[in-house]
């Protein structure tokens, strides 16, 4: 392992079907006012809504409703609850959902006290939360396992009126102080968004291993992880009320983006970048938007990490080493491509809305390929021609 690294992640969590017991304990060190952010309704009609502010009206609390953070979260959304938390003096953002609610949280988190506008400064310029000035706490009661931000400084938002989806690492002080998994929460999601989420996890996990080609610690993690989410994957297709699969999908997710598997490493993140890009074009489901470019993207970087591949190939989707290298890693992706029809994620950009019209064609290849630009981590640097070939072959796939 070559890479140096200092590790530090701040967020506690509870995890379990008794989590939610937690709250009560981490609200005792805050503030009387918590900013209660959720989504579109879910957890009014599944009941989590009620059983968190029970605990809320125990401890005391005054709850400020921030009800209808969309999925794919929008600048202007953020600067509405930046207005909100200034005029209700916030002193906890409370997430109960997904990823969405979650980086929504932290991206008011680190704008409350900014003077600057967020999306320039967070989000074109990255630049750092200024080191003097406060943040809110965010905790998460988490709905929907996949992304991994209960337990991560990242936020990623959308600015539709520039057509673009990016995301910040906000650092430890914007990381949620708490995060409350129970995988029961989960289980009222749609399949489609259960999907969706295990293949965001298991490609999260890939972003991290298919990079360095150093013997790593990182890498073993990681390969365990993988074969944990085919496995309860496949479970919860089949059955999606087992508890079992989906709290162990729900752990996964946790450990795939908690910044430990890319520790020593310089990542991959292609197929994110991209994502990305097709997000902020069709606002389509996030894990959808990875799935659509994976396969083709994997199989033309496959002769430039051969190593890699037939490694992931024999590790993970259990390959007899036999024959040539190239075969072994092949192979490995042919299970792949079987395992994300089973669990049945999207393999076509069509299957999210993209169409064959130029103009839009053109759109795409030219800011995925700005995306990308700055990524060194891969075993390839992707041009503009290796988009076009990605898309294209998206295109033609079942
Ligand atoms: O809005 P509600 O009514 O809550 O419905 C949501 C939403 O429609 C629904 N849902 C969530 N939990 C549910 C439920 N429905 C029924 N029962 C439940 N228990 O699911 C839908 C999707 O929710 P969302 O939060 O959007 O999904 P996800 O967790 O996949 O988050 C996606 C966002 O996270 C970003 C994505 O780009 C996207 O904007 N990401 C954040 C990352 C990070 N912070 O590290 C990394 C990821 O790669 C990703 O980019
Ligand atoms: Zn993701």
Redesign the pocket.
Known sequence: MFGSFAYDNPTRLHFGEDSLNALAGELASCGPVVQLV??????RK?G?YDQVCAVLKAAGKTIVDDAG?????TIDRVLEGVARAREAKADLLLAV???????YAKAVAASVHLAEDPWDFYFERCRPVPADMPVLPVGCVV??A????EM?G???I?NPAMRA?K?CKFGPRVFPKFAILNPA??L???DW?MR??IF?TFN?IGEAYFSGTDDSVSDYISEGLMRSVIHAGRVAVKNPQDYEARSNLMWAATWA?NTLIGLGKAGDWNV?GMG?VL?AHTNA???MTLSAVAMPYYRRVLPHGLARFRRYATAVWDVAPEGSDMDIALEGLARMEAWMREIGVVLSVRGIGVTEEPAELESLVSDMTAAVAGIRGGYLHLERADIEAILQESLAAE
């Open positions: 959720y989504g579109g309704g879910s957890i599944n989590i953070v969309m999925p794919n979260p959902g997904g990823g969405s609610c979650c980086d709905t929907m996949g992304t991994g931000s991560n990242t936020s990623v959308t989806k995301n929460f989960t009222t999601l749609p968004q969706a989420g965001d999260h983006l994110h990305r997000g489901t996030h894990g």
